[in-house]
């Protein structure tokens, strides 16, 4: 077991017993993870932001009924799950998607914001299944085990939605080549 999951777990401790530091630890650990993870899933940072408090304070107030504290990673991340989908479920009262950013083609060498930009739009172009399965694979860093009890999806389903958006990324970000 890793030295943060060993900490994660003596501090999950701590705070089910009433110690508020301790549960302030693990936000600090978690707060900025959870946010980026929302922002990829909804694309507005007041979203994502008033989310991720929903989100610890949910995470609070059940404590209690996590089972297994070495698990605490996947449990807070299926309570930003579902709170994300309920918010992306409600309709829009100013009519506002997500932006979009261009769909030009690159040629040669990008620099790194481009690159950054280039795999934000290919991940746009996932369906949300694919996209949030590759958000936990790729950037939270999730074992396929892990993210299908986030998602509550079997493992199977996990492993094909990410090959096959690894896939659809591949060929989104294949560099354009030149004719002469």
């Given amino acids: 077991m890793i030295f943060r999951e060993v900490e994660d777990r003596d501090l999950l401790l701590k705070a089910r017993g009433g110690n508020v530091d301790a549960y302030n630890g693990l936000v600090s650990r978690w707060e900025k993870r ?7 899933l909804v694309g507005n940072r007041e979203d994502a932001m008033d989310l991720s408090q929903d989100v610890f304070l ?6 209690r009924k996590l089972d297994d504290p070495a698990r605490f990673a996947p449990w807070l991340f299926r309570i930003a799950h579902n709170e994300a ?3 992306l479920r409600k309709p829009r009262q100013d ?12 040629y040669g060498r990008m620099l790194p914001v481009e690159t950054s930009l280039a795999v934000e739009r290919a991940l746009k172009r996932l369906n949300a299944d694919q996209r949030e399965a590759v958000l936990l694979k790729v ?3 999730f ?6 009890e986030v998602l509550d999806t079997p493992v199977s389903t996990i492993k094909s939605r ?11 970000l294949a560099p ?3 004719e002469s």
């Avoid at 949910?58 to 404590?63: D, E, G």
């Avoid at 074992?143 to 299908?148: D, M, N």
């Fill in 85 to 87: 989908y309920s918010l």
């Fill in 95 to 106: 009519g506002e998607l997500p932006g979009d950013i261009g769909d030009g083609p690159a």
């Fill in 139 to 141: 950037y939270e860093g």
């Fill in 143 to 148: 074992k396929f085990e892990e993210i299908a």
């Fill in 176 to 178: 354009v080549r030149r």
């Fill in 34 to 40: 959870i946010f980026n993870y929302l922002l990829r």
């Fill in 162 to 172: 990410v090959y096959t958006a690894f896939e659809l990324l591949k060929e989104s």
């Fill in 58 to 63: 949910k995470a609070y107030q059940s404590l």
